[in-house]
């Protein structure tokens, strides 16, 4: 699986953005989907991820109840919608993709393939 991040941006604190990752191959939707970041001067960092048929998801703690993350599968694409943003949220964000298809249940990503990062900028 081929991954193409973008959306992202210079945001207010508080304010909202929202991140798309195009895929390409017609096996997308047998892969659980996630979002990492990394900080200037920080390891990589899970944020969320969602099974391959949508029916689940799992988020870090720090972003739990502000960041949702979907997939569309008829158009291969999975979204990283964020909300009231803090500027320790900086960070640029890449898409990844599961390592083995058909993953039952989701409690983070083993990534098997990652896309390229999309700059994700709050401001205080």
């Known amino acids: 699986v081929q991954l193409q991040a973008s959306g992202g941006g210079l945001v207010q604190a508080g304010g909202s953005l929202r991140l798309s990752c195009a895929a390409s191959?017609?096996?997308?939707?047998?892969?659980?989907m996630g979002w990492f970041r990394q900080a200037p001067g920080k390891e990589r960092e899970f944020v969320a991820a969602?099974?391959?048929?949508?029916?689940?998801?799992y988020y870090a703690d720090s972003v739990k109840g502000r960041f949702t993350i979907s997939r569309d599968n008829a158009k291969n694409t999975v979204a990283l919608s964020m909300n009231s943003l803090k500027p320790e949220d900086t960070a640029v964000y890449y898409c990844?993709?599961?390592?083995?298809?058909?993953?039952?249940?989701?409690?983070?990503?083993?990534?098997?393939?990652w896309g390229q990062g999309t700059q994700v900028t709050v401001s205080s």
């Open positions: 969602i099974s391959w048929s949508g029916g689940s998801t």
């Open positions: 990844a993709a599961d390592s083995v298809q058909f993953r039952p249940g989701i409690h983070g990503l083993e990534v098997g393939s």
């Open positions: 191959g017609r096996t997308f939707s047998s892969y659980a």
